[in-house]
């Protein structure tokens, strides 16, 4: 399974950014995809997560009613809109796939075994 994001870049504080993460390949069920970040020095966070199977979706507190996680149209890219955007949103973003279970309301890192190399999104002054 391969995860490829873009749509990162350099942006002013409350600006907006949008994300894109491309699914291909593999031949295992795709239960969810979940966006994650790394800002430097920090650990990786999960900011957001939407489940295959109904569309649900997660949000970090600090990102909500601020990010929406949607799908395309054909539901092999996931996308991540960000308003709003804050100097604490820059980070390098990580989209990953859950190949064994369906995340929860606890969803986290263990539940996803397949990760992209990530978008570099700034929030500049």
């Known amino acids: 399974l391969q995860l490829v994001e873009s749509g990162g870049g350099l942006v002013q504080l409350g600006g907006s950014l949008r994300l894109s993460c491309v699914i291909s390949?593999?031949?295992?069920?795709?239960?969810?995809i979940g966006w994650f970040r790394q800002a430097p020095g920090k650990q990786r966070e999960g900011v957001a997560c939407?489940?295959?199977?109904?569309?649900?979706?997660y949000y970090a507190d600090s990102v909500k009613g601020r990010f929406t996680i949607s799908r395309g149209d054909h539901r092999n890219t996931v996308f991540l809109q960000m308003h709003s955007l804050k100097l604490e949103d820059t980070a390098v973003y990580y989209c990953?796939?859950?190949?064994?279970?369906?995340?929860?309301?606890?969803w986290g890192e263990g539940d996803f075994g397949s990760w992209g190399q990530g978008t570099q999104v700034t929030v500049s002054s």
């Open positions: 939407i489940i295959s199977r109904d569309d649900s979706t």
């Open positions: 990953a796939a859950a190949e064994w279970w369906a995340p929860t309301t606890a």
């Open positions: 390949g593999g031949g295992s069920h795709v239960y969810g």
